[in-house]
Structure formats: C-alpha cells, structure tokens
C-alpha cells in the first residue's frame, strides 16, 4: 500500500509490482477455452463497439486504436443518447465490448439488456457476480484486490490495476486476431508506417 510522503524509488517500485501482480493474476483467471471463444467473437465482427463511462473511456478508445490495426472498425460510445440509439439499430457483425470496474453500472445494464438480442457481447469487470454478467455472452475477470495474488494491498490504487489488468486483455484480444489474419494485418501496419513516415519528413521540411 502506498504511505505518506514516501519517495520516488518505492513508489516507482511499487507500482510495477501492482502491475505485474495485475496481469499475473488476470492471466490466471483466463482459460484457454474462453481465450478460443472469445477470439472466435472478435475475428467473426467486422465492428467493436465500445461502452463505457469515465476512466475508462480512456481503456476503451486504446482497444479502439490496437483493434484498428487488424483491419476492424473501432469505437468507443460513452454519451447516453448514443448508447441507446446503437442499441435500437441492427447490429449485425457487431461485438460489444463492456467495460465496467464493477459490472453494476444502472445505465451499462440496462444497455447489454437491450444489446444481447442484436450483438455479441464482452464485459470486463473484477466482479464475477456483477448484475451484467446474466446478460453477456463472456466475462473477462480482471483481480478484485491484489491481496488475491499478493501481499500488496491496493487502497486508492484500485484503478492502476484495473487499467493494467483491463489493457492486458485488450492487448490479448488484439494479438489473437493480428495473428489469425497476420498476412494482411502487416501489410496494412507497413502502409499505414509509410504514411507516417512521409507525413513526418514532410513537415520537417516545411
């Protein structure tokens, strides 16, 4: 656990321990069966969608950026009146990916109520007894408390191993599906690199 006023060289410490101990633990929860499944989902989709409220937006919008680069249209939704217009459209070769700390969101439950009929769908939270877990096809479990893997306790850093542990499943997912299409996923990342590196040598010469 983090104490007052410690210095630089614990914390820094520290905090690769939780998230090293996160994605240890996250791994373990994992099956190679789930793993078949849930890859199965994601190379199946054309489009994932994304849903989720505060932090993490911010993990969402990184699943879109990996997913992106295996030839998928990617998207976080976070705004209320949008969620629930994706929820009324046809959402064939659709995924949606939940993203919920405690699996209890009101709004993100009412949402995959509505969304399991028209998509398939993912939540990643620490609770395996959430209320949207009745409602999704997979759960990915990420650790409740690093005390299930570890001696490290986690007060007010309950986030750091969350955001490690939930970026770690989007990176499995997204290595899955690079490598089942990894011919064409590396022919895009080269055309996409070269854009890059035209854009960059251009605007060092103006």
């Keep these: 656990v983090i104490q007052q006023q410690e210095n630089a060289m614990t914390i820094m410490n520290k905090i690769a321990d939780i998230d090293t101990l996160a994605v240890e633990k996250t791994k373990r929860l994992l099956t190679i069966d789930q793993l078949a499944r849930v890859g199965k ?3 199946e989709a054309k489009y994932i969608d994304f849903y ?3 932090m993490n937006i911010h993990l969402a919008r990184y699943g879109c950026s990996q997913f992106f680069h295996c030839d998928k249209v990617a998207n976080t939704y976070a705004e209320d009146n949008i969620q629930r217009m994706m929820a009324l459209q046809n959402n064939e070769n659709h995924l949606s990916i939940m993203i919920s700390h405690t699996g209890n969101n009101k709004k993100l439950v009412e949402l995959v109520r509505d969304l399991r009929a028209k998509a398939k769908t993912i939540l990643i939270t620490s609770q395996g007894k959430s209320r949207m877990k009745a409602y999704v ?15 490290i306790r986690m007060e007010g850093l309950w986030t750091v ?6 970026k770690y499943l ?8 690079f490598s089942a299409g990894y011919d064409e ?22």
Excluded at 185 to 206: F, M, P, R, V, W
């Design 52 to 54: 989720a409220f505060d």
């Design 137 to 151: 096809d997979e759960v990915l479990l990420t650790p409740r408390t690093l005390t299930e893997c570890g001696s």
């Design 170 to 177: 989007l990176d499995v997912m997204f290595a899955m599906e």
């Design 161 to 166: 191993a969350f955001s490690a542990a939930t």
């Design 185 to 206: 996923n590396i022919k895009l990342s080269k055309q996409y690199y070269e854009i890059g590196a035209k854009n960059l040598c251009d605007t060092e010469k103006s």
């Design 41 to 43: 989902m994601v190379h």
